[in-house]
C-alpha cells in the first residue's frame, strides 16, 4: 500500500539515521574521554554534563518545509545541520570555549559552521554556542564525513533555555501571558550573565590564590 517508491525513501532515510547516529557516536566518545581524562588529571572538570539526541522525522520534516526542500536524502544533507546533536553543559562561561577549543583541536574534526549566541544573544535572550562540526564515520565501504551540531553551553544558560523553550512550545499559554512572561525572561537571562561573570571571577580568585 505505501508503494515502492515510498519505501525506497523510508529505507534512505534510516540508512542515513544509521550514519548521522554513528557520527553522534563518535562525538559522544571524544567528549566522555575528555569528561573522563579531567576527572582524572585536573581538580577542575569543566563539563557538568551531556546530552545526545538525533531529530526526530516529524521535526526534521517540519524544518525542511520550513525551509522550502521536499524531503529526500540530499536535501537533509546538505541543509539540515542538526539531524545528530550534542549538548555540553558546563560550569563556567571559559568552559564553554575551552571544551569548544579542545575539540577542534582533534586532528579529524573540521568546523564546518559556527554561531555564538553568547558574544551575540537572539532576541529571546537566549545564550549557547553551536559549532557545527565534521568528523569521519568509517563504514564498510569507506569513509563518510558526518555533521554533528553541539551545542555548549552553561548550566544556568541551559536552565534558561529549558524554562523558555516551555513557554514557547506550550500552545495552550494566553499571548499576553506569553510576551509577559517572554519580557521578563529576556531581562533574566542578561541577570543570570552577570551573576555567572561574577561567579566565574570568584572561582578564578579562589584557582590563582590555591596556585
Ligand atoms: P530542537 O528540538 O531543540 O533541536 P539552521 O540550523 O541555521 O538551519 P536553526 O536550527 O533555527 O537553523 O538554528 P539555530 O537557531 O542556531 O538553533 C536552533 C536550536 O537552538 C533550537 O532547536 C533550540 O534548541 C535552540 N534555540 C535557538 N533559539 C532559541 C531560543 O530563543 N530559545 C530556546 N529555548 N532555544 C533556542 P530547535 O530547532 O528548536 O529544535
Not at 566518545?29 to 563539563?47: A, G, M, R
Not at 537566549?126 to 562540526?133: D, N, P
Not at 513557554?167 to 517572554?182: C, H, N, P, Q
Amino acid at each position: 500500500p505505501f508503494g515502492s517508491a515510498n519505501i525506497k525513501k523510508l529505507q534512505n532515510l534510516s540508512q542515513l539515521y544509521q550514519l548521522y547516529q554513528a557520527g553522534a557516536n563518535e562525538f559522544g566518545t571524544k567528549l566522555e574521554n575528555l569528561d573522563s581524562e579531567f576527572q582524572v588529571n585536573y581538580d577542575h572538570n569543566p563539563i557538568h554534563h551531556m546530552e545526545e539526541r538525533m531529530k526526530d522525522v516529524q521535526s526534521l520534516l517540519n524544518k525542511l518545509i520550513k525551509k522550502g526542500y521536499d524531503l529526500s536524502v540530499e536535501n537533509i544533507q546538505k541543509h539540515i545541520f542538526d539531524v545528530a546533536g550534542i549538548r555540553v553543559v558546563t560550569n563556567y562561561i571559559d568552559d564553554v570555549y575551552l571544551i569548544e577549543k579542545i575539540l577542534l583541536s582533534q586532528s579529524d574534526v573540521t568546523l564546518v559552521r559556527c554561531k555564538d549566541y553568547i558574544k551575540n544573544p537572539k532576541p529571546s535572550g537566549y545564550r549557547s554556542l553551536h559549532i557545527i562540526v565534521s568528523v569521519p564515520v568509517f563504514q564498510s565501504t569507506g569513509s563518510k564525513s558526518v555533521n554533528v551540531e553541539i551545542q555548549i553551553r552553561t548550566v544556568g544558560m541551559d536552565m534558561w533555555a529549558s524554562l523558555e523553550h516551555k513557554l514557547r512550545y506550550k500552545t495552550d499559554i494566553d499571548s499576553a501571558l506569553v510576551e509577559k512572561y517572554g519580557a521578563k525572561l529576556h531581562s533574566y537571562a542578561d541577570e543570570l550573565a552577570g551573576i555567572e561573570g561574577k561567579m566565574q571571577h570568584i572561582y578564578q580568585q579562589l584557582s590563582d590564590y590555591k596556585n
